[in-house]
């Protein structure tokens, strides 16, 4: 799917991606549930993520900790408290060790409020992105405290965050496969 570059699109992929995410983990059998997550025999698989994630739990909390960062980030900003997307202490350069302390935050977190969470996310980062006009979301240089477009950042956190979720997800029922 080409990356979404008017508000139509996002909305349309968002709802697309999140609608085959979900689709996707109501089919994963109990096995696939209740098998922790091991990539550690390919080689291809060496990002920090990929040792992160344990289970559809931490999937779901991940998705749903992106969308704070974008709605609190768009709150906090339009209310004109200066923010950046990532907060601090960290960076672009550091965002790992910030999703590292999203899974430890919530390790208590059952599966079923984490899904709870991240649909109720969703709904909320959707609304959000139809509040702007398609110039808001797309066109440069509208707010002064984007550095690109406003919606690169609604793409990222869901439709190109739920395809990396699905992604991960495929692998983890191939590995049960095995």
């Keep these: 799917m080409p990356r979404a570059r008017s508000k139509d699109d996002l909305i349309k992929a968002s709802n697309e991606q999140y609608r085959k995410l979900t689709d996707l983990t109501a089919s994963l059998s109990e096995k696939e549930l209740n098998t922790e997550f091991d990539f550690s025999n390919d080689p291809k698989k060496t990002e920090r993520h ?13 998705l749903y900790e992106w969308h704070q960062l974008l709605l609190n980030w768009i709150k906090a900003n339009e209310s004109g408290s200066e923010k950046s997307f990532i907060p601090e202490p960290y960076s672009w350069k550091t965002y790992g060790d910030m999703n590292a302390e999203f899974w430890e935050k919530h390790q208590k977190t059952s599966l079923e409020d984490a899904k709870k969470m991240f649909e109720k996310s969703h709904r909320e980062v959707l609304e959000l992105a139809e509040k702007y006009s398609n110039e808001e979301l797309f066109g440069r240089g509208v707010f002064a405290w984007v550095n690109t477009d406003l919606g690169s950042y ?13 992604k991960k997800l495929k692998a983890h029922r191939k590995n049960c496969g095995k």
């Design 154 to 166: 609604f793409v990222s956190v869901m439709p190109s965050h739920y395809d990396w979720a699905m």
């Design 50 to 62: 990929w040792n992160r994630d344990k289970n559809l739990r931490d999937i779901y909390i991940h």
